[in-house]
């Protein structure tokens, strides 16, 4: 069966300080891999997604980044951290090819940027 | 931006009555799906309905999609306690290989 891990869990970190968020999923191979951010008590922002290796597309300009260096591997960057930064960060897969499907969903990775 | 938006923002009814949460978007899409996310944690799927379908169900859940007034209605019969969760719905756009979700419903389920 397929599983997607999610890491860290919490963090806090210092305005200006970098960060790595990983997603890794098992059991599929080439899946779709996205990264979603949900501020509180709101909706999620697609942020970043990937249909391959290297692929990567943007949607919201912003101070971060994100590369897909394996098939099932996900990394969420960022070399300085603002305030508003700060939320929850969610990385999903799907095996969509001519449209998206059920998106599967790790258990998030809360951020707060003091 | 967020395609569909959800309405109510917040709902609290009794257990065992029904639930009924609406979603409305803006253009053409490929599918509509309904999320349900308990508090901290991932969003978990629970129905997708395409856009050639008018309605699907799944369990205690119905779904309507309506293209031609660009919405949704996702209802729950029968609430229980544990159905207290956020709904979300999620659209995917004609040629677009993502999902746009809306702001979400706060539904409680009193006992």
């Known amino acids: 069966s397929q599983t997607i891990h999610q890491w860290p869990a919490t963090l806090v970190q210092p305005v200006g300080s970098p960060l790595s968020l990983e997603c890794t999923v098992e059991?599929?191979?080439?899946?779709?891999l996205y990264w979603y951010r949900q501020a509180a008590g709101r909706g999620l922002q697609l942020l970043f997604y990937?249909?391959?290796?290297?692929?990567i597309s943007s949607e919201v300009p912003q101070n971060l980044s994100a590369s897909r260096p394996q098939d099932r591997q996900f990394i969420l960057s960022s070399k300085k951290l603002l305030l508003s930064d700060s939320g929850f960060y969610l990385c999903?897969?799907?095996?969509?090819?001519?449209?998206?499907?059920?998106?599967?969903f790790g258990e998030g990775s809360r951020l707060t940027v003091l | 931006s967020q395609q569909g938006e959800e309405d109510p923002q917040a709902l609290s009814i009794q257990e065992g009555e029904n639930a009924t949460m609406n979603c409305s978007y803006k253009?053409?899409?490929?599918?509509l799906q309904w999320y349900r996310q308990n508090s901290g944690r991932g969003l978990v799927h629970l129905i997708l309905?395409?856009?050639?379908?008018r309605e699907k169900h799944s369990g205690r859940l119905r779904v309507t999609l309506d293209t031609s007034k660009k919405s949704s209605s996702l209802l729950i019969t029968a609430s229980r306690a544990a159905d207290t969760a956020s709904y979300f719905c999620?659209?995917?756009?004609?040629?677009?290989?993502?999902?746009?979700f809306g702001q979400g419903t706060r539904l409680t389920i009193n006992p």
């Open positions: 999903a897969w799907s095996l969509g090819r001519t449209y998206t499907g059920e998106l599967f």
């Open positions: 309905i395409r856009s050639n379908e």
């Open positions: 059991g599929t191979s080439n899946p779709n």
């Open positions: 253009t053409s899409i490929n599918n």
């Open positions: 990937s249909v391959g290796i290297g692929q």
């Open positions: 999620a659209t995917e756009r004609l040629g677009a290989q993502k999902l746009v």
